[in-house]
């Protein structure tokens, strides 16, 4: 894959700019002063991706490989697309021959490659859909999933936690011997249960934070890698 390190700004477009609309609030100022000036989103606009969010995944990956040999990819709360992106490359996925299946109850713009439904991951009919759009067993689960905020941490972080876990029991039950699980976080919040769960079936479990996590935020990646395979998972609850 593609070494996201970036080098300095690549676009040509200055840094530094400031947003002068005094009609906005201060809030929305600042948040619009700090997007236009992320390299991150400057990178992705150059490169053609829909979200700073690609290079997230790109420096996971480039540490970890857990796309390489991939042939399927399923991509939970996929919106706007760009990890759906770098599933249909790695996998070679075309309309003729669907290899990535992603999810949003957002609208998300067609993708060459990838079937998109728009719907609650958590709607019963879901998972069932998932499979039958990806044409096969898939070698890897992508979780970008999170909850709508309240403004309540609390609240906040059990959602999407919760999200965290349902994606997990998924991957659980559809991934191929060998597969991979990437999901999002948060710092110190992911569940002893889930991550006792996540090692029986894993071979590995790690937290993950890229460099293009934005340093005042408290997402994490939860990365579960070489999965074991039900078979296994059968032998050793029997045993």
């Known amino acids: 894959m593609t070494k996201p390190?970036?080098?300095?700004?690549?676009?040509?477009?200055?840094?530094?700019?400031?947003?002068?609309?005094?009609?906005?609030?201060?809030?929305?100022?600042?948040?619009?002063?700090?997007?236009?000036?992320?390299?991150?989103?400057?990178?992705?606009?150059?490169?053609g991706y829909r979200a700073r969010a690609a290079f997230k995944l790109l420096e996971i990956d480039e540490k970890h490989q857990i796309l390489k040999g991939a042939r399927r990819i399923i991509?939970?709360?996929?919106?706007?697309?760009?990890?759906?992106?770098?599933?249909?490359?790695?996998?070679?996925?075309?309309?003729?021959?669907?290899?990535?299946?992603?999810?949003?109850?957002?609208?998300?713009?067609?993708?060459p490659g990838v079937t998109i439904l728009q719907l609650d991951f958590l709607d019963p009919e879901a998972p069932a859909r998932l499979i039958e759009a990806v044409g096969g067993t898939p070698d890897v689960v992508l979780s970008d999933m999170a909850s709508p905020t309240t403004g309540h941490h609390r609240t906040d972080h059990l959602r999407t936690m919760h999200l965290c876990e349902v994606a997990a029991h998924f991957a659980i039950e559809v991934l191929g011997e060998g597969g991979h699980f990437l999901a999002k976080t948060f710092q110190g919040g992911t569940e002893k249960e889930l991550l006792t769960m996540l090692k029986q079936h894993f071979k590995q479990v790690v937290h993950?934070?890229?460099?293009?996590?934005?340093?005042?935020?408290?997402?994490?990646?939860l990365l579960a890698k070489g999965f074991k395979g039900r078979k296994t998972q059968i032998a050793e609850t029997e045993a």
């Not at 809030?27 to 990178?43: F, K, M, T």
């Not at 770098?86 to 021959?97: E, H, L, P, Q």
């Open 5 to 47: 390190t970036i080098a300095g700004n690549r676009t040509g477009r200055k840094l530094g700019q400031r947003v002068k609309n005094k009609k906005m609030k201060s809030s929305s100022r600042q948040w619009l002063q700090r997007h236009i000036n992320d390299p991150y989103v400057q990178r992705a606009q150059l490169e």
């Open 75 to 111: 991509d939970l709360g996929a919106a706007p697309g760009s990890w759906s992106q770098i599933a249909a490359k790695v996998t070679g996925s075309t309309d003729d021959d669907v290899r990535v299946a992603a999810i949003d109850f957002l609208e998300m713009t067609q993708l």
């Open 208 to 221: 993950v934070k890229p460099a293009s996590s934005r340093a005042e935020s408290v997402e994490m990646f």
